[in-house]
Nanobody
Framework: QVQLVESGGGLVQPGGSLRLSCAAS????????MGWYRQAPGKQRELVAA???????NYVDSVKGRFTISRDNAKNTVYLQMNSLKPEDTAVYYC?????????????WGQGTQVTVSS
């Protein structure tokens, strides 16, 4: 069994910052890409940022320059530093990872953490 556990969501005022964390645990052989998705009410889930095990990153245009994704490969953990938050960043944020558990490769999801940007 592989689990992704997220933390760090909450309520923040516009212009504020939050840091999300997601730790993978369980039967892990190799962690490939890790990333963050978000889903706002009435909208489709979208990729926010992703990072490969080699350090390559990519971001959705709307967060470039404001969000930073990083990984601690030794801890199988991915972070999302979110600065200059806007009300339109309000969504449930989901951690995602491609993991080989020694038998097969699968895509795993966290339970989601709410981020609300409001004054």
């Amino acid at each position: 069994q592989v689990q992704l556990v997220e933390s760090g969501g909450g309520l923040v005022q516009p212009g504020g910052s939050l840091r999300l964390s997601c730790a993978a645990s369980g039967s892990i052989f190799t962690v490939y890409a890790m990333g963050w998705y978000r889903q706002a009410p009435g909208k489709q889930r979208e990729l926010v940022a992703a990072a490969t095990s080699g350090g390559s990153t990519n971001y959705v245009d709307s967060v470039k320059g404001r969000f930073t994704i990083s990984r601690d490969n030794a801890k199988n953990t991915v972070y999302l530093q979110m600065n200059s938050l806007k009300p339109e960043d309000t969504a449930v944020y989901y951690c995602n990872a491609v993991i080989n558990n020694g038998k097969y490769e699968g895509i795993y999801w966290g339970q989601g953490t709410q981020v609300t940007v409001s004054s």
